[in-house]
């Protein structure tokens, strides 16, 4: 299974992603709103852990495009 965790903090991005990891999931790791955005397009996610106070573009933007444009992707907002 393949996650996209987009997390600004490092500390915290870099924890979720190697738990991810560890537990056997292949992990993209973005710090930033419109790289998430970009990547949440072009890539078959299968869950993605979403931060709402990104810079660049917040997470609820990113939440609300998604759904508009049919994304049924499993987002967990942080």
Do not use: F
């Amino acid at each position: 299974m393949r996650i996209l965790v987009a997390e600004d903090h490092p500390n915290l991005a870099r924890s979720l992603a190697d738990g991810l990891r560890e537990e056997g999931y292949a992990v993209d790791l973005t710090h930033d709103g419109v790289e998430a955005m970009h990547l949440a397009q072009v890539n078959p996610y299968d869950g993605i852990l979403l931060d709402v106070m990104l810079p660049n573009k917040d997470g609820w933007s990113i939440l609300k495009t998604l759904r508009q444009r049919g994304s049924t992707t499993p987002v967990l907002c942080l």
